[in-house]
């Protein structure tokens, strides 16, 4: 009789020790990576940088190099027993990656406004519109309404043709610009400007880029030589004709959105 109740202990706790097993194997956690090829990667995160990507070991004990640009998503610590992804709340949490999604190919406009830093001061927008062929070069008309100097109101709308690109392909990337056009002058009767001609309308730019999906805005720093004549002919001068011929040549800080 004792012989047979020390089978029956022994078989329990042989059952036991095996049940207590397989909920702790249940209960081992994984990391689960879906790729933007709509595969998914089932293993442990070894390393991850957030710039370049991660180290992954999957559950074969193979270990790879997941590049960023690869990477849709990221599940962490998902209990084996559950390989659908869904996290258990007490276990994970769920750390998304966003893609670098900059079109960098197609259709662009770009509006933008400026402040130029001389003694004088002067403010003005801009928008344009063109065509990107790649990241580092896209091409596009514009037109903006500008004054360069808040002591007087002779205002400029120049019309010209421009070239920009971006050098890295990062939410945050450095960029260039170049406007090259004609600088249409405006005539005032009121403030007696009765005459205005325009000029070489010229603006290289460089700056930074930030964001990456459809619209991004960047704030860069540029040259601008603008060239006008302006006649003024009334009362503030006593009647007497004056003919002034200028050169703008100004600093400016600019700012605006890419979509």
Same mark, same amino acid.
């Given at each position: 009789?004792k012989?047979?109740?020390?089978?029956?202990?022994?078989?329990?706790?042989?059952?036991?020790?095996h049940?207590?097993?397989?909920?702790?194997?249940?209960q081992?956690a994984?990391?689960i990576?879906?790729?933007?090829?709509?595969?998914k990667?089932t293993g442990?995160?070894l390393k991850?940088?957030?710039?370049?990507?991660?180290?992954?070991?999957?559950?074969t004990?193979?270990?790879i190099?997941?590049?960023?640009?690869?990477?849709h998503?990221?599940?962490?610590?998902?209990?084996s027993?559950?390989?659908?992804g869904?996290?258990?709340?007490?276990y994970s949490?769920?750390?998304?990656?966003?893609?670098?999604?900059?079109?960098?190919?197609?259709w662009y406009?770009?509006s933008?406004?400026?402040?130029?830093?001389?003694?004088?001061s002067?403010?003005g927008?801009?928008?344009?519109?063109?065509?990107?062929f790649?990241?580092? !070069? $896209?091409v &596009?008309?514009?037109?903006?309404?500008? %004054?360069?100097?808040?002591t007087t109101?002779?205002?400029?709308v120049? /019309?010209?043709?421009?070239?920009?690109?971006?050098?890295?392909?990062r939410k945050?990337s450095?960029?260039y610009?170049?406007? !090259? $056009?004609y &600088?249409?002058?405006?005539?005032?009767e %009121?403030?007696?400007i009765?005459?205005?001609v325009g000029?070489i309308y /010229?603006?290289p730019?460089?700056g930074v880029?930030?964001?990456?999906?459809?619209?991004?805005y960047?704030?860069?720093?540029?040259?601008?030589?603008?060239?006008a004549?302006f006649?003024?002919?009334?009362?503030?001068?006593?009647?007497a004709?004056?003919i002034?011929?200028?050169?703008?040549?100004?600093?400016e800080?600019?700012?605006g959105?890419?979509f």
């Open positions: 009789m012989s047979i109740l020390t089978v029956i202990i022994l078989t329990l706790a042989v059952f036991a020790s049940h207590s097993f397989g909920q702790a194997e249940e081992k994984v990391d990576v879906w790729l933007k090829d709509g595969s990667l442990t995160i991850w940088e957030l710039e370049r990507g991660m180290e992954f070991k999957l559950l004990g193979a270990e190099m997941i590049p960023k640009k690869d990477i998503r990221v599940v962490q610590d998902v209990k027993g559950d390989r659908t869904a996290p258990d709340s007490k949490f769920v750390r998304s990656v966003k893609p670098y999604s900059f079109k960098e190919k197609g406009q770009n933008s406004g400026f402040i130029n830093l001389s003694f004088y002067g403010a927008i801009h928008h344009a519109m063109g065509y990107r790649n990241r580092m !070069l $896209g &596009g008309l514009g037109v903006g309404i500008e %004054s360069n100097d808040f109101t002779r205002n400029i120049p /019309i010209y043709a421009e070239a920009r690109g971006f050098l890295l392909p945050i450095p960029f610009a170049l406007k !090259l $056009g &600088g249409i002058a405006l005539k005032d %009121s403030r007696f009765t005459d205005a000029g /010229i603006s730019e460089l880029r930030f964001g990456s999906g459809d619209v991004s960047y704030l860069g720093l540029e040259y601008k030589l603008q060239n004549t006649t003024s002919d009334g009362f503030d001068f006593g009647g004709r004056v002034d011929k200028i050169s703008y040549r100004r600093i800080l600019r700012t959105l890419l």
